[in-house]
């Protein structure tokens, strides 16, 4: 599966509220984003950019990926598939 080209940042924190994912603060163009699973928590930043950067957006998926202890593809498919 082919990474979305012209997915935005406030598209991909919406799509990563399903993972309980909230946004804690925003600095600039970045917003923190704060998951708490099973005792863990993990903070990512989102950059709020109207086209996330193919490299930025693998990053982050990877991260929340290795979080969620799940493969990377099938994050992929969860979030895109179903959007």
Excluded: C
Excluded at 11 to 38: A, D, P, W
């Amino acid at each position: 599966m082919r990474l979305p080209r012209d997915l935005s940042g406030r598209e991909l924190i919406r799509l990563l509220k399903r993972y309980g994912y909230e946004s804690t603060r925003q600095v600039g163009s970045h917003i923190r984003l704060r998951s708490n699973f099973q005792g863990y928590v993990h903070l990512i930043t989102i950059p709020d950019h109207d086209s996330l950067r193919i490299g930025t957006l693998n990053s982050i998926l990877s991260d929340v990926a290795d979080y969620l202890g799940m493969d990377r593809s099938k994050l992929m498919q969860e979030l895109f598939d179903d959007a």
